[in-house]
């Protein structure tokens, strides 16, 4: 699910999300992982996408081998419908449970529209 604002408006929807990893991640001694993904973010309700590449690191929490911290930079560069076209920059974080199988992530940052700029 993803807290949206669009047009002044808050709403939450459900969102699919189509992950590709781009090339090998790279492994530090630390623990440290980082890698480059090509994402496409689906939002049925709207009929619209919108395309990014995740750069994220996952760093090791002291202590607790099954959980990581997350932080990424995910830059947009392409989109459909509400979305369309759409460019951007959202900087998050967040955590990984592997014992529990839950990811969460919170990003700011801001979506654009080329028609905003000519």
């Not at 459909?80 to 529990?100: D, Q, R």
Request: negative net charge; proline residues 5%; glycine residues 10%.
């Amino acid at each position: 699910t993803a807290l949206m604002t669009l047009g002044g408006q808050k709403k939450i929807y459900q969102a699919d999300v189509v992950i590709n990893p781009q090339g090998s991640p790279s492994f530090a001694s630390d623990g440290t992982i980082k890698m480059e993904l090509r994402n496409q973010f689906s939002v049925p309700e709207l009929t619209s996408t919108f395309e990014c590449y995740d750069h994220v690191t996952f760093s090791p929490v002291v202590g607790d081998p099954t959980r990581y911290t997350i932080t990424n930079q995910v830059v947009i560069f392409n989109g459909t419908g509400v979305f369309g076209p759409a460019y951007g920059k959202l900087f998050a974080y967040g955590e990984l449970s592997m014992t529990e199988g839950s990811i969460w992530v919170k990003a700011a940052g801001r979506v654009c529209d080329l028609e905003e700029i000519k």
